[in-house]
């Protein structure tokens, strides 16, 4: 098993064979983001904000692209706020104007009020390059697994140096 | 020197054919055949700079955010899988499980591949032998399948000496290079020894037995110890 080390080019390959899968595994997810036109195209619902509709741990596939037609009210769409990192899913209520320059206005389905609190100081409205896709798809459930990845950080740790074990011991 | 100090698990196939593979290359090029990596070179050539691709790819991605790199992403993406696209033919339609590339001194290039079949402990190989140009440039191939039993003893220590000769057999230009090696020069040992047919003999009388259940006991403790003496003379007589 380890003893193929000593040959650099058996080493060399096996080497590559791991570095492949996880350049693999990133260059689907660019191939996607560059399909939907969307930095981040699957995304997992973080809150319940979205209830019914959607549920906590669920994964959400998004479109940005406006072939047949503009952003428009009632869609879901997810958006990034200035200064905050973490995009938020909710549904455009209102809608000002036409083009690139229209004005949206989200809000939850489970919240009371509409998104103006969320959106970054002094900003009253979103245009549409805030929004980062709309939703057209969703696995429920699916995405748990990143919530309690990202809640319990030392799992990432764990299943990482798993993988990398099972890779560099295996040869077949 | 005769039997490898390593020990594998004798159930596990891939660990079989990853030992028998490692030793064609030691074994031919101290006949001096001079081997080619071309292949394998081709190989990693392709493998790393798919990697470079995607590691770049996710350096200015990184740096300079989706928006304002996405045609190059876009770029990255279709050459990724260009490469990657070129790299799985070049592995399952030239390479072809290819475990050595060589030229014997006398000019003969010398391409052999190996293969198993899931659950079946046997080694395929084939063998293709080119003539040099100046002599036609044809090409033979020959395909041989073995047991890996005839190399390997019960405790998974890769055995040198019959695997050498199965390739010196079953290849005539490496015959030709370690006459030494060819089976009919070997004297063969004897396919049972006296030991193996009382062990043999044993056994058969505790299967005649079983029908008196009192006798069973006794009888097959006598063939568990006719199998311990089954293999030890074995294990002696593969080293000597």
Redesign the interface.
């Known amino acids: 098993m380890l003893?193929?080390l000593g040959?650099p080019?058996q080493a060399?390959?096996q080497l590559?064979?791991f570095?492949?899968i996880l350049?693999?595994a990133?260059?689907m997810w660019?191939?996607l983001?560059?399909m939907t036109?969307s930095?981040s195209p699957i995304v997992v619902v973080l809150s319940g904000s979205m209830e019914p509709a959607f549920q906590r741990g669920d994964l959400l596939l998004l479109w940005n692209r406006n072939i047949a037609s503009e952003t428009n009210v009632g869609e879901v769409v997810v958006y990034n706020v200035k200064d905050k990192d973490i995009p938020i899913v909710h549904r455009v209520v209102r809608k000002f104007g036409v083009g690139p320059d229209a004005k949206l206005l989200t809000k939850g389905d489970n919240n009371s009020a509409d998104d103006t609190e969320l959106y970054a100081r002094g900003q009253d409205y979103l245009v549409r390059k805030d929004i980062i896709g709309s939703v057209v798809g969703y696995i429920p459930f699916v995405g748990y697994v990143t919530i309690m990845l990202s809640e319990h950080p030392w799992l990432k740790t764990v299943m990482l140096g798993i993988m990398g074990l099972v890779v560099v011991l295996?040869?077949? | 020197m005769a039997v490898s100090a390593e020990r594998i698990t004798v159930y596990n196939l891939a660990d079989l054919k990853n030992t028998s593979d490692d030793a064609i290359p030691n074994y031919l090029n101290s006949l001096k055949f001079t081997q080619s990596h071309r292949l394998t070179d081709v190989r990693l050539a392709l493998g790393y700079s798919a990697f470079v691709v995607a590691a770049a790819c996710f350096l200015w991605d990184f740096k300079f955010g989706f928006e304002s790199t996405k045609y190059y992403t876009a770029v990255a993406v279709a050459l990724y899988s260009l490469l990657n696209g070129v790299l799985t033919y070049w592995i399952f339609s030239v390479e072809k499980g290819t475990v050595y590339t060589g030229t014997a001194p006398s000019g003969e290039t010398l391409r052999i591949s190996t293969s198993t079949k899931k659950n079946v402990p046997e080694y395929y190989l084939s063998v293709e032998v080119e003539q040099p140009r100046k002599n036609g440039g044809k090409t033979e191939t020959l395909v041989v399948v073995r047991s890996f039993t005839n190399w390997f003893d019960e405790a998974g220590h890769f055995v040198v000496k019959p695997f050498q000769s199965m390739l010196a057999s079953a290849i005539p230009i490496v015959g030709k290079l370690d006459p030494k090696r060819l089976e009919s020069s070997e004297d063969q040992p004897p396919a049972y020894t006296s030991e193996m047919l009382d062990a043999l003999t044993s056994a058969g009388v505790s299967a005649v037995g079983t029908a008196a259940e009192t006798a069973t006991g006794a009888d097959a403790s006598s063939s568990l110890t006719g199998n311990g003496k089954k293999g030890g003379p074995a294990g002696k007589r593969r080293k000597a």
Request: glycine residues 8%; aromatic residues 4%; proline residues 4%.
């Open positions: 003893s193929s040959n080019r060399a390959a590559m064979n570095g492949l350049s693999t990133f260059m660019k191939g983001s560059v036109d930095p295996q040869r077949e």
